[in-house]
């Protein structure tokens, strides 16, 4: 985690993606719909050869690649290549770098978009005829598609999250099976090999232009990493996982395309009209689909219109989450004019971000074809990526004081090589779209113009930077409580686990967790709530201080509560966590979402209070009595909190058999003999029932409070504290103190688990 202090509370940024999930994030856009659009544009161009010019880009990204490696494990701030050009160069060049990543993701998201309407009129050819890919109907679907996703990410909703594995299993499933059945169609046609001869398509200096221009065309495909570097301070050990992230997205897709554009080549025939034409079209990879899949044309097809579609869908998401928190960090640090880093008061999303990239994605869409689109896109990453390998050399002589995990070999040679074929590949993509170069001017001039006209120059430092000072360990407590906060305008909770804290000698942490939603950075909260969430949390932190009670107070920053809370519990050795619940429960859920996860998850013991209602001054306790060893820790709190308020107790015995009831007669006796040593009045109660829960529920109605213990039906995931428990605790209607002890050795052992 990123930590912070000010003012007594830490602030931390949990770092909750593992290597797998980013090489999901990286790999998913890489595949899901380049592959499947642009091996007949590139064919166009370089013929056969196509096949070398992605093996080398693959060794030019290569280059690049190793900058990005550098710097993700050396400054893993959310924002990647752009934070990184801003802290090399300032100024104009440092605005540059963040206004040409965020265009270029937003073109990136528009191929992705277009590419949907693209598969709509590929799977529409069969059944209606031809549909242009520039016509009205197409761009109107595809504009459709966006309007549903800026929608969602507006909203703030959880659409992608984890799911962005299946989705990337489902279309390496897909283009696996494509690939398969092509090579299986061309072990049966080995005549074909003569598509691959001439492989290069010209002579001497043609053949150069040719293999370059294909080369930017198909540059695209490579881009995945870029988006691994965004993700970069949410990332698990990014020293270790953002480089070998980067080497897995980038090998598997290099194996990935090679074998499709090799089938793809081998399927179509260059001497057929019909075949050459749509060889050297977006619709290659569809054409010879329907060769490998026998008598089943359309099955082919289907399959590929599929993988299309899929990859589009999976990729926007991500797509405009990337671009939109580029715009965002910008207008967070002022390079932008600030309306750009503002949140959204109700759904907590950088709507602005998200609008103007949206606006900027429907406009390539609108007014470019695909084509034009991957140029513009590949150009604008270019540039990127010029300015990164500058950066990297530029920081490894100023900054070079911070540790680097991944160090690029042969420094300055390889970030050199790198800035050097970026440039070149830039250049020749004017032999591919004059348009794209244009376009690319055009942008820089407008950041220019809004970078020193309009955007307000002050910077203010991130919530997301990184480690400036070195965090000193909390010494290790002999007793150590952790209260999760959910309000910081509640003090009820707080002043039990002072009451706790003083009666063992216990050291606490009191931790709130603001939790954001998937779809936007870790760094994406409102600095006004985030400055008065910590504000309260100090007000709380000094009820500890003043209670003569060792505290340390924290807010957490992360996509998920449950998993902050329990992950500070394993690693911090908490021995009892103790949380508040407002009584109400949503369908499938026993106590709510996070507590449910609580009660089943955390090693330690835990204390769940229901503090609604709860008086200053408490006069009666009515503790349910059980033959359960939960119940004599719950005894404990409850004479604690007699003591203090100076009140009785009353030990609530009920069973339905006459044995039971005697059972729990023995029980109640040691019970009472625990509260009569504290000085604790106490009074024993019992009734033989037909039901216990409405015995106990109608006891409870003149009770300042009710404490319950849990029973080992704990452990059966339908339950947070036993059945009965549970529905007790739903129905009765003052305050009530739910306790679950867990023996140390039963903690240590599902650790170890």
Request: aromatic share 10%; proline share 4%.
């Amino acid at each position: 985690m990123v930590r912070r202090r000010s003012e007594g509370v830490e602030l931390k940024f949990r770092r909750d993606l593992g290597l797998r999930e980013i090489v999901m994030i990286g790999l998913g856009p890489t595949i899901g719909t380049t592959v499947f659009l642009l091996i007949g544009p590139g064919y166009s161009l370089a013929g056969p050869s196509l096949l070398l010019v992605l093996v080398l880009n693959f060794v030019v990204t290569i280059f690049t690649a190793m900058a990005y490696m550098e710097l993700g494990s050396a400054f893993p701030e959310t924002g990647g290549g752009y934070m990184w050009v801003k802290d090399a160069f300032g100024g104009p060049v440092g605005f540059i770098g963040g206004w040409l990543s965020w265009f270029g993701h937003c073109i990136v998201c528009a191929f992705y978009v277009a590419s949907f309407g693209i598969s709509v009129a590929i799977f529409a050819e069969p059944l209606i005829g031809g549909i242009p890919y520039e016509s009205e109907v197409v761009r109107g679907v595809s504009i459709g598609l966006l309007l549903v996703f800026l929608y969602i990410n507006y909203r703030g909703t959880k659409t992608t999250g984890r799911s962005s594995t299946v989705v990337t299993v489902v279309l390496t499933a897909i283009v696996v099976t494509f690939v398969v059945a092509g090579l299986v169609w061309f072990a049966s046609n080995p005549s074909t090999a003569a598509n691959f001869s001439p492989f290069f398509q010209a002579d001497g200096l043609g053949t150069v232009l040719s293999i370059l221009t294909a080369m930017g065309l198909t540059f695209v495909v490579f881009e995945g990493y870029e988006i691994i570097a965004q993700t970069g301070e949410e990332v698990s050990q990014p020293e270790k996982n953002v480089p070998r992230a980067v080497l897995i997205v980038l090998t598997m897709a290099t194996v990935i395309f090679v074998m499709v554009g090799f089938v793809t080549i081998a399927g179509l025939s260059p001497l057929n009209p019909q075949s050459a034409q749509c060889l050297a079209s977006v619709e290659a990879v569809a054409c010879a689909s329907q060769l490998f899949f026998g008598p089943s044309e359309f099955a082919g097809l289907t399959l590929i219109v599929a993988g299309i579609v899929l990859g589009s869908v999976a990729a926007l998401n991500s797509l405009i989450y990337s671009s939109s928190r580029v715009a965002f960090a910008m207008g967070r640090d002022g390079s932008l004019p600030r309306v750009f880093g503002r949140l959204h008061r109700g759904n907590r999303t950088p709507f602005v971000a998200i609008l103007a990239s949206g606006l900027i994605i429907g406009s390539m869409i609108a007014f470019l074809d695909p084509i034009q689109i991957a140029v513009a896109a590949d150009l604008m990453f270019l540039v990127l990526f010029m300015l990164v390998n500058a950066a990297a050399i530029v920081l490894r002589r100023t900054r070079g004081d911070v540790r680097r995990y991944y160090v690029t070999p042969l420094y300055p040679v390889i970030p050199v090589i790198g800035l050097a074929f970026s440039a070149i590949l830039s250049v020749v993509l004017y032999l591919v779209s004059p348009l794209a170069i244009a376009i690319a001017i055009a942008w820089v001039i407008l950041g220019l113009a809004i970078h020193y006209l309009w955007a307000k120059r002050e910077r203010i430092v991130e919530l997301a930077a990184p480690v400036l000072e070195a965090i000193i360990p909390t010494p290790e407590e002999k007793y150590h409580i952790l209260v999760a906060v959910e309000n910081t305008a509640e003090t009820d909770l707080v002043e039990f686990a002072a009451l706790v804290g003083r009666v063992e000698g216990a050291e606490v942490t009191l931790m709130h967790v603001l939790e954001v939603p998937s779809t936007l950075p870790i760094n994406a909260i409102d600095r006004i709530y985030v400055l008065e969430v910590r504000r309260g949390m100090d007000d709380l932190r000094r009820i500890l201080s003043e209670a003569s009670v060792g505290v340390t107070a924290r807010v957490v920053v992360s996509h998920e509560v449950a998993e902050a809370v329990l992950e500070s519990v394993e690693k911090e050795d908490v021995n009892v966590l103790v949380v508040g619940w407002k009584g109400t429960w949503r369908r499938g859920r026993v106590l709510g979402t996070n507590i449910d996860q609580f009660v089943q998850e955390a090693p330690c013991d835990v204390i769940v209070f229901k503090t609604a209602g709860l008086k200053a001054k408490l006069n009666r306790i009515l503790l349910m009595n059980a033959p359960e060893w939960h119940v004599s820790y719950a005894t404990g709190y409850a004479i604690m909190l007699a003591k203090q308020h100076r009140a009785s107790i009353a030990l609530f015995s009920a069973a339905q058999t006459e044995a039971e009831l005697n059972q729990e007669r023995a029980y109640s006796s040691r019970l009472a003999s625990m509260c009569k040593t504290h000085g604790v009045p106490v009074e024993e109660k019992f009734a033989k029932v037909r039901s216990i829960a409405d015995a106990v529920v109608e006891e409870s109605r003149g009770y300042d409070l009710v404490v319950l213990g849990a029973s080992s039906e704990w452990r059966l995931t339908q339950f947070a504290f036993g059945a009965m428990q549970d529905q007790i605790a739903h129905r009765v209607e003052c305050p009530v103190l739910m306790v679950r002890k867990v023996r140390r050795s039963e903690s240590k052992a599902s650790t170890a688990s």
